[in-house]
Each structure stands twice: as C-alpha cells, then as structure tokens.
C-alpha cells in the first residue's frame, strides 16, 4: 500500500492561481475527499494526481516515488471521469478491457479479466452493449470497472455522482464505499456536496481560494471547523461575531425558547421549515444577524412558533468553536 | 409526428376502437402535413425526379447522324456494356478515384485533426478553417488554370527544380498527365473531406481521450483505438462528396491531362457535343447506378444516421 503525499503542489494557468502550494499527505487504503465550491482549485488538484494537468511547482509523491512528471498510467492511478467518458464505440466489455488491449494482451485473456470487474460492479448482463443503451448509473458501474482494471493503488473520482439522481446517488455513494472498504485501496473523490463528503470520507480536505483551508475526519470538520469558510461551506453551523471574535455554534446546539432567559439574546422569527425530523427555524437577531437553529420536529410541535414572534436564543459555552479570523 | 401521435393514441384505445373512422381534427392535423411537406416534394420532383426520369426514357431512344428521336431500342445500352472503350473509361476513372480518394482522405484528416486536437482556442480553429476555404472564392476553372504556369515544361516547378540541381531536363509528366489530374482533383476536392472530418472530431468528448491516455495508450494508440473509430462517419461522408465528385467530373480530366486522359463524365460530355444525346443518357443512367451503388457499399461500412 502507498501513501500519495503532495508537496507544494501549485498549478498556474497564466496569472490565474488554480492551485497554490498546497501540502497534503493521503494515508493508503482511506477514503479521501476534496471539498469544495467551483473553481476552489479541487479538480485541478485531482488533474495533478491523476497526470492529466501538468504540475507548474513542486511534487507528488506516490508510495515514495515522485511521479510528479509521469505520464497518467505510469502513476498506479485510475482516474473515473464526471461524465464517465465510456468509448461510445466499444462495447460495456471492450470498453473495461481497454487498458489491457493497449498493453497487447490478448483478446480471450483481456475480456476474461474484464468479466471478472464487471462480476464486482454487478454489471456482467450487460457485457455486450454498448454506453449509449445504458442508464447513468449503469455506466459510472462500468466506468468504475474500466477504472479498476489497471489495479491502481490509488482511484481518482471526479464528482462521480453530480450526474445521478439524488435517490441513485445516496444508492451509488454506499456502494463507493463499500468497495473501497473491499478493495482496500485510497479512493480520493472530488465534490462540492458537503453530504456526500460526510458520509463517505475518512478524511475531508476542504478547499478554497486554491489552498487547503481545513482537512480531518468528517467529524472533526463538522464539529471544529476552523475558519467561517469552513463553518459556512459544511453546514449546519451558525457564525457569531462575538467580542472576542467570530465563534461557530452547530445549528441543532442552539437552544430556541419563548421566555427569556440569563445570557439568551432576542431574535425574530423570519421563517419555519419543515424537514421531516427536523424544523429549521431562521431567525433575525440585531446586531447579530441571521440565525438557524434546528429542533427536532417533537420538541418544536409540541410547543410551536409562528413567524413573526420573538424568541430567546441560547447555548452552552462548550458548543461554540472560535474561528480563525 | 401527427401521424405518429395518432398511432400512439390509437394504441391506448381500446381495440376496434382505432378502425373507427378519424375524427375532424385528425384529418385537418394530416392534411396540415401534407400542406407542410408539399413545397420539398414538389422542388424534389420537378428539380431531380423529373430530370432522372427524361433521362431513362431518352436513354431509349434512337438516333443517327444528325438527329435523334423516341423508340424503344436496347441499342444504346447494349453498345455501352459491351464496349471495351467502356471498360478502359470506368478501370480509369476508378484509377482517378481511388487515388484523389486515398490523398484527400489522408491530407483532410491530417488537416482536420490538427484543427481538432492541436489547436486549442475556438476562435482560432474558426480562423485556420476560414483560411482552409479561401481557395473556394474563385471558381474550379480558375483554380485548374492556375495549375498550367506553375507545372508546365517552363513553369515555375520544373525552373526551380533545374535551378537548384535536382534535374537536367524539365520534367513532362507534371501537366498534361495523370499526376496533373489528381493533383487538381486533390486541390479541388480536399475541402470536402475536411468538412465533414473536422465536424465529426469537434464532436468527440475531450474526456475521452484523456480516458484513453489513463488507461495507458499512447498517441498512436489513441489515434487508432479511439479517433478513427469515432471520426468513421465523417470520413464516410466526405468519401461520399469526393467520390460523387470525382465520378462525375470531365472538365477537370480534360483540362489537367491536356484531352489525353478519359473519364466517364468525357465519355458523356463527347456524345452530347457529337449530339448523341440517347447514348449520353444511357451512359449517365449507367454512371448514376455505379455510383448509387458505391455509395450502398459504402453505407454498409458506417452507419451515417448517428451523424445526423
């Protein structure tokens, strides 16, 4: 197993930044994603890794080679395209034994290997079409094997689901981790959705303005985000500027009451939303601006609040976080 | 697509219920689109159906001398296929085909994919390819004439070639000849194999290529395993335009080969001038079915509706 480490890694494209000296160190065998807003320099990060963007400065280390220079399949990297990029031409079969007809293996022993990756991704019935007559999700399963079949130690995604409905992508990012978990090897997946960030990875890297502005375990990023950026992009938390500076305060620690309380501050209700287990309630709060605070559905309708009202906001000193400024 | 609407509907009713007889609006909706169609159909009959069928029937026609007039004779046909003057035109001017085809199917896609794949901003590849059509400002015959200063026995080719050493003696063979032909024919008609190349190339997902590079496969690789195979229907399209072309034409062989190189379309273009026209249909009606089935053939190859 191999760790990727980069170091100083930077990406220019003429005077634009995309990518600026970021250092990072992968662990083998995890599950990493790149988190991000558009144009946060994630995918060219990705690029880098994968070979298909040059690196402007500084190094990619992979398993204690530097492979900064290496064309892509000399890395032991796989890359799995947004849109899948399937050979339109080539049948599902042809399509994941691709890899090894450019490596001259034979015909017979190439497609025997590839039955074998589309077994794994469930996709062995449809060996004989061809992309076009298969669903998305079907064809991120043969993207997938096509990926897979050069055994890379490391697999490259880039927002694999952004193109599936939100039911097949739920569906799609359990089966992700499950093969990984199986497989074993780093899977290092790019999105912009903070969700799918959460559920899948061992470790989050969230980036902006092309730096790394925070990496850990999700539960680290969810519950000690370091910097507003972070706190806003992941959700789910409120940003206060307080005396001392601006503090981070998960929305469901806030404690929303009618009455007032010692240390609570007043703030009007602008609006009520429903979400099933949850009622977010958005609230206005001079100086302080704009609040959320998240009840669970019990607790609100038991006792509900109407727009308009005043209401009495509250936490405990343990659940805010202060961000860096 | 009324019609296919009605038949869709017509499904979900139940059965018997179809045979009824159509409602009013169906039939206003149908003869809406014979309405809509008639115009093409009527520009295709008059302009193309019409012509071909004038030609058949002429084709069967007698002649003499000076006059031609309506029978129904076998003649015409029965001289043209067992002619061996007809075998020599049609093995020549398969001879021109292949080859101008074999230039101008290498030199478009070379062109085409340098425009694709190496030029890298839009506007630019717009501009190189504007430039590729300006020789198509002037027309054929000027463009032909052009040829005659440049490769003639004291023309610009042979002078430079003599200045610098290369040869003693002006060389004959680069006008008035076969190479003079396809030379033009390749000048003429490369265009018609860059269009429809270039068109097919702008429409290959970029992502796949560097799919194909992930996976391993080196420039010549992916030239062969992935270009090719996508950009077939426009080679097959542009086949189609250079062979059509290049079939039919008699000015070009004429003028390039000083009147020393026959061609099908010659063959033609003579028996009109010596007012045979009978002959000239039957050679055209027969000209017409060759092609038409090269290009069944060529069908066969690729399929060109993905294209369209």
Redesign the interface.
């Given at each position: 197993m191999s760790a990727l480490e980069l170091i100083a890694t930077t990406k220019t494209y003429g005077d634009i930044i995309a990518v600026d000296a970021i250092d990072h160190k992968f662990a083998s065998g995890t599950y990493s994603c790149l988190l991000g807003p558009s144009g946060c320099g994630k995918s060219s990060t990705l690029r880098m890794i994968a070979g298909h963007e040059t690196v402007t400065s500084g190094d990619i280390i992979l398993g204690g080679t530097n492979v900064t220079d290496l064309p892509p399949a000399a890395r032991g990297t796989a890359m799995m395209f947004q849109n899948y990029a399937l050979f339109p031409h080539l049948s599902v079969i042809d399509n994941v034994a691709f890899s090894q007809k450019m490596q001259g293996i034979e015909k017979t022993k190439r497609r025997a290997r590839a039955m074998e990756l589309l077994e794994l991704v469930d996709m062995q019935e449809y060996a004989e079409r061809i992309p076009d007559q298969l669903s998305g999700g079907q064809q991120q399963r043969v993207a997938l094997a096509r990926a897979l079949i050069t055994e890379p130690s490391i697999l490259l995604l880039d927002e694999p689901l952004s193109a599936l409905d939100p039911f097949l992508r739920i569906k799609m990012r359990t089966e992700l981790k499950k093969l990984q978990r199986s497989l074993g090897i780093s899977f290092i997946h790019v999105t912009h959705s903070q969700d799918e960030a959460l559920a899948l990875a061992d470790e989050i890297i969230v980036m902006n303005n092309a730096v790394i502005e925070q990496s850990g375990s999700p539960s680290e990023v969810f519950n000690r985000p370091n910097s507003e950026f972070v706190a806003k992009f992941i959700g789910g938390h409120n940003v206060i500027q307080t005396d001392t500076g601006k503090i981070a305060v998960r929305t469901d620690r806030v404690k929303i009451q009618k009455s007032k309380s010692k240390g609570a501050i007043s703030a009007a209700i602008q609006d009520v939303e429903f979400l099933g287990s949850t009622v977010n309630v958005t609230l206005n709060s001079d100086p302080k601006g704009e609040m959320v605070v998240s009840v669970s559905d019990n607790v609100f309708y038991e006792n509900p609040m109407e727009i308009g009202e005043t209401a009495f906001l509250s936490w405990n000193k343990k659940d805010a976080h202060k961000l860096a400024e | 697509m009324t019609e296919l609407k009605t038949l869709v509907s017509g499904a979900k009713q139940a059965p018997g219920y179809g045979l009824q007889k159509p409602s009013a609006k169906e039939e206003s909706q149908q003869r809406t689109s014979w309405y809509l169609v008639s115009p093409l159909v009527m520009v295709l009959g008059f302009f193309l159906v019409l012509p071909i069928i004038t030609i058949v029937i002429v084709s069967f026609w007698d002649y003499n001398d000076y006059n031609f007039f309506p029978a129904f004779v076998f003649e015409n046909y029965a001289y043209l296929l067992t002619s061996k003057v007809t075998l020599a035109t049609y093995l020549k001017t398969f001879k021109f085909m292949v080859l101008v085809w074999i230039f101008c199917a290498t030199i478009g896609f070379t062109i085409a994919y340098f425009l694709a794949f190496h030029v890298r901003t839009l506007p630019m590849q717009i501009t190189l390819f504007l430039i590729c059509t300006v020789p198509f400002w002037t027309s054929n015959i000027i463009r032909m004439i052009s040829w005659i200063p440049f490769l003639g026995r004291n023309g610009l080719a042979n002078s430079a070639l003599i200045s610098t050493g290369v040869i003693d003696q002006p060389l004959d063979w680069l006008l008035f000849s076969d190479f003079a032909v396809v030379l033009a024919f390749v000048h003429l008609y490369c265009l018609f194999m860059v269009v429809p190349v270039f068109n097919t190339m702008m429409r290959i997902?970029k992502?796949?290529i560097?799919?194909?590079?992930?996976?391993?496969?080196?420039n010549l690789?992916i030239l062969t395993?992935?270009i090719i195979?996508?950009t077939k229907p426009g080679i097959m399209i542009g086949s189609i335009f250079v062979v059509t072309l290049v079939m039919g034409d008699f000015i070009t062989v004429r003028f390039m080969s000083g009147g020393q190189s026959a061609s099908v379309g010659r063959v033609i273009s003579n028996e009109i001038a010596l007012l045979q026209y009978p002959a000239a249909a039957a050679s055209a009606v027969v000209l017409l079915i060759t092609v038409l089935i090269m290009i069944a053939i060529m069908m066969r190859f690729v399929d060109i509706r993905k294209e369209l």
């Amino acid at each position: 197993m191999s760790a990727l480490e980069l170091i100083a890694t930077t990406k220019t494209y003429g005077d634009i930044i995309a990518v600026d000296a970021i250092d990072h160190k992968f662990a083998s065998g995890t599950y990493s994603c790149l988190l991000g807003p558009s144009g946060c320099g994630k995918s060219s990060t990705l690029r880098m890794i994968a070979g298909h963007e040059t690196v402007t400065s500084g190094d990619i280390i992979l398993g204690g080679t530097n492979v900064t220079d290496l064309p892509p399949a000399a890395r032991g990297t796989a890359m799995m395209f947004q849109n899948y990029a399937l050979f339109p031409h080539l049948s599902v079969i042809d399509n994941v034994a691709f890899s090894q007809k450019m490596q001259g293996i034979e015909k017979t022993k190439r497609r025997a290997r590839a039955m074998e990756l589309l077994e794994l991704v469930d996709m062995q019935e449809y060996a004989e079409r061809i992309p076009d007559q298969l669903s998305g999700g079907q064809q991120q399963r043969v993207a997938l094997a096509r990926a897979l079949i050069t055994e890379p130690s490391i697999l490259l995604l880039d927002e694999p689901l952004s193109a599936l409905d939100p039911f097949l992508r739920i569906k799609m990012r359990t089966e992700l981790k499950k093969l990984q978990r199986s497989l074993g090897i780093s899977f290092i997946h790019v999105t912009h959705s903070q969700d799918e960030a959460l559920a899948l990875a061992d470790e989050i890297i969230v980036m902006n303005n092309a730096v790394i502005e925070q990496s850990g375990s999700p539960s680290e990023v969810f519950n000690r985000p370091n910097s507003e950026f972070v706190a806003k992009f992941i959700g789910g938390h409120n940003v206060i500027q307080t005396d001392t500076g601006k503090i981070a305060v998960r929305t469901d620690r806030v404690k929303i009451q009618k009455s007032k309380s010692k240390g609570a501050i007043s703030a009007a209700i602008q609006d009520v939303e429903f979400l099933g287990s949850t009622v977010n309630v958005t609230l206005n709060s001079d100086p302080k601006g704009e609040m959320v605070v998240s009840v669970s559905d019990n607790v609100f309708y038991e006792n509900p609040m109407e727009i308009g009202e005043t209401a009495f906001l509250s936490w405990n000193k343990k659940d805010a976080h202060k961000l860096a400024e | 697509m009324t019609e296919l609407k009605t038949l869709v509907s017509g499904a979900k009713q139940a059965p018997g219920y179809g045979l009824q007889k159509p409602s009013a609006k169906e039939e206003s909706q149908q003869r809406t689109s014979w309405y809509l169609v008639s115009p093409l159909v009527m520009v295709l009959g008059f302009f193309l159906v019409l012509p071909i069928i004038t030609i058949v029937i002429v084709s069967f026609w007698d002649y003499n001398d000076y006059n031609f007039f309506p029978a129904f004779v076998f003649e015409n046909y029965a001289y043209l296929l067992t002619s061996k003057v007809t075998l020599a035109t049609y093995l020549k001017t398969f001879k021109f085909m292949v080859l101008v085809w074999i230039f101008c199917a290498t030199i478009g896609f070379t062109i085409a994919y340098f425009l694709a794949f190496h030029v890298r901003t839009l506007p630019m590849q717009i501009t190189l390819f504007l430039i590729c059509t300006v020789p198509f400002w002037t027309s054929n015959i000027i463009r032909m004439i052009s040829w005659i200063p440049f490769l003639g026995r004291n023309g610009l080719a042979n002078s430079a070639l003599i200045s610098t050493g290369v040869i003693d003696q002006p060389l004959d063979w680069l006008l008035f000849s076969d190479f003079a032909v396809v030379l033009a024919f390749v000048h003429l008609y490369c265009l018609f194999m860059v269009v429809p190349v270039f068109n097919t190339m702008m429409r290959i997902d970029k992502s796949l290529i560097e799919a194909a590079r992930d996976a391993g496969a080196s420039n010549l690789q992916i030239l062969t395993n992935v270009i090719i195979p996508l950009t077939k229907p426009g080679i097959m399209i542009g086949s189609i335009f250079v062979v059509t072309l290049v079939m039919g034409d008699f000015i070009t062989v004429r003028f390039m080969s000083g009147g020393q190189s026959a061609s099908v379309g010659r063959v033609i273009s003579n028996e009109i001038a010596l007012l045979q026209y009978p002959a000239a249909a039957a050679s055209a009606v027969v000209l017409l079915i060759t092609v038409l089935i090269m290009i069944a053939i060529m069908m066969r190859f690729v399929d060109i509706r993905k294209e369209l």
